[in-house]
């Protein structure tokens, strides 16, 4: 390879070969740098091999940042139909879940295959297995040295993803060559991740593991309705890891068992009844968890010896039983990072760093992070692309 080039981009993930897709198609040369053996590891495992690629409505409303209106210019010009076109021209079928969630009806690896052939026909070359081991910038050229070589070019792309998932290959990389630059980064956590029990909740509740059902949980202002998972090291799936994102160390969530239920309708008419409440209960959750969730949290007497106080406390259990989480399962589950470059450091419009002319940060890297389902990626193809149309 010619190691020359208008445009590096280090990072073959899904904003480093949508970037340099388009970079290529305006007739830049271009390399993109990846230290793995293979392009878009992160892609392949995502959505359970069938990879949730965008979502149909996508706001700045969906993503979390010190800057909530940074995304906005990015989004609105490369949007969900955009990337849906792309999919369409390569016959790539695909399938709507819940809340806009789109999935290939086959495999992730079909958006790998696509995203590589786009960026075979522009032109783009792939330096698999490099691993950069040092940035410099010597006049108007970024000098990237590797385990490839050296490479050159006046334009250097940072498309490195975050922290999550280190086994395949996530480092910290990006967040580095901002500090070396002198770009200021907001402190990186791990989001959309289980949380992990606290020792109280631990010993009454890790024997329940594999059991799920509904639940809406709630978390300072944001609240969110799915499949809540107990497992034996705390809660997990997909309400959980939306929750997540907006959690911090030493906050309560609260979570409504019953949300579509009008629990003290429902409950004075089991008392009227006289039916049990258990059974009831048993009916809509799970009776392993109702036993041990009631040992904890359901008055001693009977229901038709409650007095409305008493009623009162029962139905504030049921839709707000609070959990202080003992903390996450860290960066080796959680599906992205949270914080990464200052956005304040970069322009909105073309993702190119204030302080250094050439510089460009894209996708998970960024200060940016999206809700659970398809999100994350909109994200990245979107970012990416006005990156790929600037520089």
Not at 176 to 204: C, S, Y
Not at 342 to 351: A, F, I, Q, V
Not at 357 to 375: A, M, P, Q, R
Request: net charge negative.
């Amino acid at each position: 390879m010619e190691q020359h080039k208008d445009v590096l981009v280090i990072g073959a993930g899904a904003a480093g070969m949508m970037c340099a897709m388009e970079a290529g198609r305006r007739k830049k040369r271009v390399a993109i740098l990846e230290h793995n053996d293979r392009p878009g590891k992160k892609i392949r495992i995502s959505g359970g091999g069938r990879c949730n690629f965008t979502n149909l409505d996508v706001s700045a409303d969906n993503y979390v940042s010190a800057n909530p209106h940074f995304c906005k210019s990015a989004l609105a010009r490369y949007t969900p139909y955009d990337f849906l076109e792309l999919v369409a021209r390569h016959g790539i079928a695909y399938h709507e879940r819940l809340h806009g969630q789109l999935f290939c009806n086959e495999s992730a690896q079909q958006i790998i295959d696509m995203l590589c052939r786009e960026c075979d026909n522009a032109g783009v070359e792939m330096a698999l297995g490099c691993e950069v081991q040092q940035v410099q910038k010597q006049g108007d050229l970024f000098i990237v040295s590797t385990s490839r070589g050296e490479w050159t070019a006046p334009a250097l792309v940072v498309a490195t993803g975050g922290l999550s998932i280190p086994k395949i290959g996530a480092t910290g990389l990006g967040y580095r060559i901002a500090e070396q630059f002198g770009l200021a980064t907001v402190e990186t956590r791990p989001a959309l991740v289980p949380f992990t029990w606290n020792e109280r909740d631990k010993h009454g509740f890790s024997e329940l593991s594999g059991i799920s059902f509904a639940a809406e949980v709630s978390c300072k202002e944001r609240s969110f309705q799915e499949q809540l998972l107990l497992t034996h090291r705390g809660l997990s799936g997909p309400v959980i890891l939306q929750i997540s994102l907006h959690w911090s160390p030493g906050e309560t969530i609260s979570i409504n068992l019953l949300p579509d239920v009008d629990v003290r309708s429902e409950i004075l008419e089991l008392q009227q009844q006289g039916r049990s409440l258990q059974k009831w209960l048993r009916d809509r959750l799970s009776k392993r968890f109702v036993q041990s969730w009631g040992d904890l949290f359901l008055p001693s007497a009977p229901l038709q010896q409650l007095g409305p106080k008493e009623i009162d406390a029962l139905c504030a259990q049921l839709t707000g039983w609070d959990v202080m989480p003992n903390g996450t399962e860290g960066y080796r589950t959680a599906e992205a990072t949270a914080g990464g470059v200052d956005t304040n450091e970069l322009s909105s419009k073309t993702m190119e760093s204030r302080r250094v002319s050439g510089l460009y940060f894209v996708g998970e890297v960024v200060d940016v992070t999206g809700w659970l389902g398809g999100y994350n990626f909109q994200w990245a193809w979107a970012s990416a692309h006005v990156a790929g149309k600037s520089v």
